[in-house]
């Protein structure tokens, strides 16, 4: 099953949800100021509790909003970490417990 990344972008990928979340992001600069300023120099917004709170308020009202604001400040928080000695380490899929089972753990199973 060879696939080029594209076919594979195809379905699993959304380039509305990147339109989405960057059209917020300038808006977020003109509303709030410089990312650089409030992650990095004044600290003054906190991306890792406001991912929480926006997750919360998708589960309550079903907006998908604010799943792309949890993107958001995720990237955020990526570029302007909060925790010291943050990094990106890349690593496995066993690195991180996956909630459910993917369809491949099932076709699996189901060979036993």
Known sequence: MEKDFN?????????????????????SYFKYGL????????????????????????????????LADVANFAMLEFMFPSIEGAKYTPTDSGACELQGFSINEIRDYDKF
């Open 7 to 27: 076919e594979i972008l195809e379905t699993e990928y959304c380039e509305e949800f990147d339109e989405i979340r960057k059209k917020m992001m300038i808006m």
């Open 35 to 66: 990312a650089k300023d409030n992650y990095e120099k004044y600290k003054s917004i906190n991306a890792i509790e406001n991912i929480k709170k926006r997750l919360e308020k998708y589960e309550e009202t079903k907006n998908t909003e604010f």
